[in-house]
Each structure stands twice: as structure tokens, then as C-alpha cells.
């Protein structure tokens, strides 16, 4: 597996989707092939798993556990593969729905959380990290407490903070100046 990895981290409707979608594109103009694992949280849903303000243990090891299968998968057959919604944004959800619904976290199984995200991220070439902006308006079919959704952005944040792993903060440039970092850096097929 030679993929080169990219994860846009974020809470929804923050513009994940929209620079995924640019850098999809500029790479496949420089002729490298690119595979995006999309956010999994409608999976989960429909499998039954508790997400949002019900997040709970089980729904996050699937998120964090089925990302990183998807991850692999396409690493097999891609230059690049794009993560909308890294491991870190599970954690990140949990964190916020326990908090929110005050119920207590196992500090060990958090510490297991950890563990996966620190190690599995630490191969990202690029950790993209989206903020919050509460003037834009949500997408269509999402979630509209903004209560939630601050609090997961937060949570996100200091959970990258916590697993002490390097990240771009996109709030600090207009998003072509990011774009035009990772078309620098993946310039040729590898």
C-alpha cells in the first residue's frame, strides 16, 4: 500500500465535502488516481448504531474501525486517498455526546480511542482541519442543533490537540491556498 493519505477533519457543514471535492479534482488532472471514504455516520445510522447527541462506545469503534478498513481498501488500488471525516472525528463526536447528555466516559476505553487515532493518523501526509463558522447555514438534512455541533467542532479540536498530531488549521487562508498545497505536494503520479 504506497497511498498517500489526506483527512478533512471537521463537525458537519463546515466545507469538508466542497475542498475534498476540489482537491479530488486537481489531482486528477496532474493523472493520480484517487479514492474518497466518505463519512460513515449514515452507515452506522442505518445499521443501527446511535450517532450525534447518542453516540456511544459501540457506534464509535464502528465509525473509527470501519474508516480504517475503508481507508485500507482503497489504498490498494489509488495514489491518494482523501478521508472525509478521519478517526479523530469519532472520537470527537463521542466526547461531545457524552458531555452533552452527561453521561460518565471510561477512561480506558477513551485511552483505547486515543491509541487508534494517534497511531493510525500519524500516516496522513495532510490533516485538514475545517472550522466552525455559525453565520453559514447548514446543509440540507442536517443536524440543526448548534449547541451539538460547537461542541463536536471543539471536541475535535482538543482531541488533535490531546493525541499531539499535527494539523492545518484552514481557518487562517482562503481555501485555495490549501488546495494549492497538496497540488504542490503530490506534483507527479507516485
Keep these: 500500500m504506497n497511498a498517500r493519505c489526506i483527512g478533512v477533519t471537521g463537525t458537519h457543514s463546515t466545507g469538508k465535502t466542497t475542498f475534498i471535492n476540489e482537491v479530488t479534482c486537481h489531482l486528477r488532472e496532474k493523472e493520480l488516481t484517487?479514492?474518497?471514504?466518505?463519512?460513515?455516520?449514515s452507515t452506522a445510522a442505518s445499521k443501527g448504531f446511535p450517532i450525534l447527541h447518542e453516540h456511544n462506545e459501540e457506534s464509535t469503534l464502528w465509525l473509527m474501525t470501519h474508516g480504517i478498513s475503508s481507508e485500507l481498501e482503497q489504498s490498494l488500488f489509488n495514489d491518494v486517498v482523501i478521508v472525509d471525516r478521519p478517526v479523530i472525528d469519532a472520537v470527537g463526536y463521542y466526547l461531545a455526546a457524552?458531555?452533552?447528555?452527561?453521561?460518565?466516559?471510561?477512561?480506558?476505553?477513551?485511552?483505547?480511542?486515543?491509541?487508534?487515532?494517534?497511531?493510525?493518523?500519524?500516516?496522513?501526509?495532510?490533516?485538514?482541519?475545517?472550522?466552525?463558522?455559525?453565520?453559514?447555514?447548514?446543509?440540507?438534512?442536517?443536524?440543526n442543533d448548534?449547541?451539538?455541533?460547537?461542541?463536536?467542532?471543539?471536541?475535535?479540536?482538543?482531541?488533535?490537540?490531546?493525541?499531539?498530531?499535527?494539523?492545518?488549521?484552514m481557518s487562517h487562508q482562503p481555501s485555495e491556498a490549501y488546495l494549492q498545497l497538496v497540488t504542490n505536494s503530490f506534483s507527479c503520479r507516485i
Design 34 to 41: 484517487v479514492s474518497v471514504v466518505t463519512d460513515l455516520a
Design 98 to 143: 457524552m458531555e452533552i447528555t452527561n453521561r460518565t466516559i471510561r477512561t480506558s476505553y477513551l485511552d483505547m480511542l486515543y491509541c487508534i487515532a494517534s497511531e493510525w493518523l500519524r500516516r496522513y501526509e495532510f490533516i485538514f482541519k475545517t472550522n466552525l463558522n455559525p453565520q453559514v447555514p447548514l446543509g440540507a438534512g442536517r443536524n
Design 146 to 169: 448548534h449547541k451539538f455541533r460547537a461542541l463536536a467542532d471543539q471536541k475535535i479540536t482538543e482531541a488533535l490537540a490531546y493525541i499531539e498530531i499535527d494539523y492545518i488549521d
